[in-house]
């Protein structure tokens, strides 16, 4: 492991372990990590030994969102600000945010994601692709982008996750649900004390990587097919396109991608981003 190692990987019997790994900042997502996330998914979906992967993280929450820093922000450098800035931010968000979420979804193994503390914003887009989630007790979910003058994130699974009228009122109101509200709504498997988070998830793992690996992917793909089917996919790229226009309006009014910028995701994360 080295210093640039914002996720790390490793194979245990027939379980792979992707672990979010940017403590510091709370498990911000900034480009170089979400490409060493996908680069990490591709390889656990690859490798024949791996049976379930399991998702992470290191430090005292799961994820703090994206991270919007100057700094960060800076990355991305794919984007013209002063010539097609809402073309350029399109076709970005569209690759690393709605097309690695998507890819990770359809990855034809069982996944997991073992949840703890915050999971604020495009923390969301991390587990909502997962085929199950585990959330230790202390866990807590929260999507304040409308605060930023956007519809929500990019991966907007919000209906299916807590149904329309709940989806709703978080979005609103840029609140946060509990672990028990979570698992109450379905968004959730289980839920578990912090301290036996990481054994309660691989002892689902270890019973699920005993079953057939082709019957597992098939169970899979007929739920997925079946969402699918229902206009789960439709859903996710009509309402991206909405989030891009969310953007637009916020840069058309203030030249940048989203309002008050870093200030107000402070305001909405104080409380559940920081230890």
């Known amino acids: 492991m080295t210093s640039e190692d914002k996720v790390l990987f490793e194979v245990r019997d027939n379980i792979g372990i992707i672990t979010l790994n940017r403590v510091k900042q ?83 193994k069982p996944t997991i994601a073992a949840v703890h503390g915050a999971c604020i914003a495009a923390g969301l887009m991390l587990i909502w692709p997962c085929d199950l989630i585990i959330a230790a007790d202390n866990a807590r979910f929260s999507d304040p982008v409308v605060a930023m003058g956007i519809g929500g994130v990019e991966y907007h699974a919000h209906t299916w996750e807590f149904g329309a009228r709940k989806a709703k009122e978080i979005l609103f109101t840029s609140s946060f649900i509990d672990a028990p509200t979570a698992e109450q709504l379905g968004m959730v498997n289980k839920v578990v004390p912090l301290d036996d988070l990481d054994a309660e998830v691989m002892a689902m793992a270890e019973a699920i990587a005993q079953k057939p690996a082709f019957g597992l992917a098939m169970a899979k793909r007929a739920v997925n097919r079946t969402q699918d089917i229902q206009g789960y996919q439709n859903s996710l790229e009509a309402v991206f396109d909405m989030h891009q226009l969310g953007h637009g309006n916020c840069i058309a009014a203030t030249g940048k991608p989203i309002f008050a910028y870093l200030d107000e995701m402070k305001k909405v994360t104080k409380d559940g981003g920081k230890s």
């Open 26 to 108: 709370r498990n911000a997502q900034d480009l170089d990590l979400l490409k060493q996330l996908d680069a990490t998914w591709t390889r656990a979906a690859e490798d024949k030994q791996v049976k379930v992967i399991v998702l992470k993280a290191n430090g005292p929450h799961f994820s703090a969102g994206h991270d919007i820093t100057d700094q960060a922000m800076d990355q991305v450098t794919c984007i013209d600000w002063d010539k097609e800035p809402v073309a350029d931010l399109y076709a970005y968000e569209a690759e690393h945010f709605l097309g690695y979420c998507t890819k990770w979804r359809n990855v034809p």
